[in-house]
């Protein structure tokens, strides 16, 4: 317990970092180039089972440009997950 307070300190300070623009009209040219050059893909899956039933939740998240085309794989069974980019 006597732990709480200075983690709630840290999150909350992190949040609040002078270092970290909050909108994009703080940000200065070398870091809007760094935010348009990142390209990223991400998929995550999470399984939640109760008594009655399971539970499955996919979050994708897609760049611009990042796939062009391709298709997006799930599996219930074990909540695996696949991006798989088709070649330009």
Excluded: F, H
């Excluded at 909050?22 to 999470?46: F, H, P, V, W």
Aim: a positive charge; hydrophobic letters at 50%.
């Amino acid at each position: 317990m006597k732990y709480l307070p200075p983690l709630l300190v840290a999150l909350v300070a992190g949040c609040a970092s002078p270092t970290i623009p909050t909108s994009y009209g703080d940000m200065n040219a070398e870091q809007m180039r760094a935010l348009a050059a990142d390209k990223n893909a991400t998929i995550t899956c999470a399984m939640a089972t109760s008594m009655l039933n399971k539970v499955v939740v996919v979050y994708v998240m897609l760049d611009k440009s990042a796939i062009v085309s391709g298709t997006i794989s799930v599996s219930g069974e074990d909540c695996s997950a696949k991006i798989i980019a088709a070649p330009k």
